[in-house]
């Protein structure tokens, strides 16, 4: 018999009864929510997302000057990180200020010529910036089957509340 790891449900949790279906996440969760404010023992539910899609939304062209500046943003912040680290175990006499400012234009400055290079060398494969998200189509509460029926109809309690 196949031992599922503690944070991913067994195939016999998703086999649970489904007490409300919901077409946004933030709605399951309100479900889960008023269950919980009504007492209702909660662990013994699961939100299940089904119908699966990535959806990338795209947020712009992708110019050289762009990669550029995304890069100096990043290389800003390594260069922070790094004299953070340096100011932290230097020994006496050093100028803190100095250091950290040193740290933010390096890396500002070699942030930008890799953003500028990388984006150069791509050949213009990816002219876009975007963002990636997994959504589904629709949400489903389930709950154990000993506790489904009350699950249900404390959610029937909660659309004639919303109505």
């Known amino acids: 018999m196949a031992q599922y790891p503690s944070q991913y449900p067994s195939p016999s949790a998703l ?13 399951a969760q309100r479900a889960v929510d ?3 404010d009504s007492k209702f023992p909660v662990e013994r539910t699961a939100i299940i ?14 110019t ?12 800003a912040w390594f ?6 680290l340096l100011a932290v175990f230097a020994a006496g006499g050093v100028n803190v200020l100095l ?11 070699f942030g930008a010529v890799f ?10 494969q990816r002219d876009f910036a975007s963002r990636s998200q997994i959504v589904a189509a629709r949400y489903d509460v389930v709950a154990d089957e000993e ?13 004639w509340r919303e109505d």
């Open 64 to 75: 050289r000057g762009r990669a550029a500046l995304a890069g100096a943003g990043a290389g």
């Open 147 to 159: 506790v489904a029926d009350e699950a249900k109809n404390l959610l029937i309690k909660l659309a």
């Open 99 to 109: 250091l950290v400012l040193s740290g933010l234009a390096y890396g500002a400055v």
């Open 79 to 84: 260069g922070l990180l790094v004299a953070l």
């Open 49 to 62: 997302g089904s119908d699966l899609r990535m959806v990338e939304t795209v947020l712009g062209r992708l």
């Open 15 to 27: 086999a649970r009864p489904v007490v409300g279906s919901y077409p946004t996440y933030p709605g």
């Open 34 to 36: 008023f269950l919980s």
């Open 115 to 124: 953003g500028f290079a990388g984006h150069a060398m791509s050949g213009g």
